[in-house]
């Protein structure tokens, strides 16, 4: 049974910074590509970032591409995701995932674990 345990969220004001942690339990976190998804209230679930098992490929929703990095330390099992110029827009409880099936990385069903989800709250 895999765990994942985000943590970092919070309330920022517009154009502030935060960081999200994501501490997967088990012994083959870097054999999986990650990933983080967010979902606001009465919206669906939606893509933010992927990156692959070895850290060296990311991919990026278009709506935060410039403005978070997605990365990882397989040593410390644990996945991050770095948002800089934060707008309210970014409000949403932040999700990460284990991605289990090929694909373009970018459709929750690829992922098969996921965290409980963090709140991140940001105002104007």
């Known amino acids: 049974q895999v765990q994942l345990v985000e943590s970092g969220g919070g309330l920022v004001q517009a154009g502030g910074s935060l960081r999200l942690s994501c501490a997967a339990s088990?012994?083959?976190?870097?054999?999986?590509?990650m990933g983080w998804f967010r979902q606001a209230p009465g919206n669906e679930r939606e893509f933010v970032a992927t990156i692959s098992r070895s850290g060296g490929i990311t991919s990026y929703a278009d709506s935060v591409k410039g403005r978070f990095t997605i990365s990882r330390d397989n040593a410390k099992n644990t996945v991050y995701l770095q948002m800089n110029s934060l707008k309210p827009e970014d409000t949403a409880v932040y999700y990460c995932?284990?991605?289990?099936?090929?694909?373009?990385?970018?459709?929750?069903?690829?992922?098969?674990?996921w965290g409980q989800g963090t709140q991140v709250t940001v105002s104007s």
């Open positions: 088990g012994r083959t976190f870097s054999s999986y590509d």
């Open positions: 995932a284990r991605r289990f099936r090929s694909g373009s990385g970018k459709y929750w069903g690829e992922y098969d674990y």
